[in-house]
Nanobody, 131 residues
């Protein structure tokens, strides 16, 4: 198992910013690809952003493009999600996930936001956007 612990969730007003962190108790770089998902209670979990094991490639859901940035600090094995211009519809529980990627980014990219491609999950952190 690869323990993942998210932090940084909070309540903010629309237009505000937050940075989520996901600490891995193990060595994820550069072996694993990682991603952020979110879930509203009663709804399916959806992929938000993903980063390939090499860190050169990222994928974003259309709903967050231009507002969210996924990154990874290999020195301390922490995954980040910088969120700007937050909207009420961004309210959800955010989860980080890690998985073993295909050998090529071309094979990884089409399913990079598919939760079935990730093996290890954190416990989630709540983000609430409300005025």
């Amino acid at each position: 198992p690869l323990p993942l612990v998210e932090s940084g969730g909070d309540s903010v007003q629309p237009g505000g910013s937050l940075r989520l962190s996901c600490a891995a108790s193990g060595y994820t770089y550069p072996t694993y690809s990682m991603a952020w998902f979110r879930q509203i209670p009663g709804q399916a979990r959806e992929g938000v952003a993903a980063i390939y094991s090499s860190d050169r490639y990222t994928v974003y859901d259309n709903s967050v493009k231009g507002r969210f940035t996924i990154s990874r600090d290999s020195a301390d094995d922490t995954l980040y999600l910088q969120m700007k211009n937050l909207r009420p519809e961004d309210t959800a529980i955010y989860y980080c996930a890690a998985g073993t990627p295909p050998a090529s980014v071309q094979a990884w990219r089409p399913s990079s936001l598919n939760q079935g491609k990730y093996t290890w999950w954190g416990q989630g952190t709540q983000v609430t956007v409300s005025s």
